[in-house]
C-alpha cells in the first residue's frame, strides 16, 4: 500500500468509500464498526506506552496488527459477485488469542467480585482499549443482523475484549495497584446511617439554629 498525499477530499461530502469503492454516509453502521476498531487500536497503543514486558507488549502488537487485517475485513462488504477475493480473517489468529487468554489467566487469582477499572495506569488504559473494543463489537454485532459479515471477525474482536481485560487484571497486580473496589464492597465498610426519628430530627434542628444564632451579626 503506497499513500503519497494525507488528504483526498473524498469524504468532504459526508461520505465514505468502503473496500469496494461503495460510497456510504459516513453515520453507515459499518463505518462506526471500522472506526471503532479503529480507536481501540489507538487506545491499545496509548496502553503500550504504558507497559514494560516485553512479552505482553508483543502480544498486543500482534493484536494491533491484526486489528488492521479486521478493518479491512469489515470494510469491504461479501459479495458474491466479487471478482477479487478480498481478504478475510481466519480461525487461526482466533484461536492464537484463545491461547493468550489462557496463559494470562493462569496469573490471576478468581475473582469474588466486580472489579472497577483502575489501580494502575497500564490497568486503566487497557481497560479503557477494552471498553472501545466492545463498542466496535456491538456495531459489527448490528452490522451481522443486517447483512453477512465473516464470523470470524466477530469472533476475534470478542476474544480481543477478554484478553484485554485479563491483562488489565494482571498488570494492576503485577503494579501493586491500590485495590479498586466495587460499590458493593466499599458499603460494607460504611454501614448506611439509620433512618431518622422524630426526636433526632428535633434535635438536629435545634442545634442548626442555635449555630446560626451564634454566628449571627448584627448591623451597626
Known amino acids: 500500500m503506497k499513500l ?66 479486521v478493518d479491512a475485513d469489515i470494510c469491504r462488504p461479501e459479495r458474491a459477485e466479487s471478482k477479487r477475493q478480498p481478504l478475510r480473517v481466519t480461525p487461526k489468529p482466533v484461536r492464537a488469542i484463545e491461547d493468550q487468554i489462557d496463559h494470562f489467566n493462569e496469573h490471576l487469582n478468581p475473582l469474588m467480585s466486580f472489579v472497577l477499572p483502575g489501580g494502575s495506569s497500564a490497568s486503566a488504559y487497557l481497560h479503557l482499549a477494552r471498553t472501545a473494543i466492545r463498542r466496535a463489537e456491538r456495531d459489527m454485532a448490528e452490522l451481522a443482523a443486517n447483512e453477512p459479515i465473516n464470523s470470524e471477525a466477530l469472533k476475534y474482536v470478542n476474544q480481543v475484549s477478554d484478553v484485554l481485560r485479563a491483562r488489565a487484571l494482571h498488570e494492576r497486580t503485577r503494579n501493586r495497584g491500590r485495590a479498586v473496589e466495587t460499590r458493593r464492597q466499599s458499603l460494607k465498610r460504611f454501614p448506611p446511617t439509620p433512618p431518622a426519628t422524630p426526636l433526632a430530627f428535633s434535635a438536629a434542628t435545634r442545634s442548626a439554629v442555635k449555630r446560626s444564632k451564634a454566628a449571627f451579626i448584627p448591623k451597626k
Open 4 to 69: 503519497d498525499r494525507i488528504y483526498t477530499r473524498g469524504g468532504d461530502d459526508g461520505r465514505a468509500s468502503l473496500g469496494d469503492d461503495a460510497r456510504v454516509p459516513k453515520f453507515h453502521v459499518r463505518v462506526h464498526a471500522y472506526g471503532g476498531l479503529d480507536e481501540a487500536n489507538a487506545a491499545i497503543g496509548v496502553a503500550l506506552l504504558h507497559i514494560e514486558d516485553m512479552d505482553v507488549r508483543a502480544v498486543l502488537a500482534l493484536v494491533q496488527n491484526d486489528l488492521f487485517d
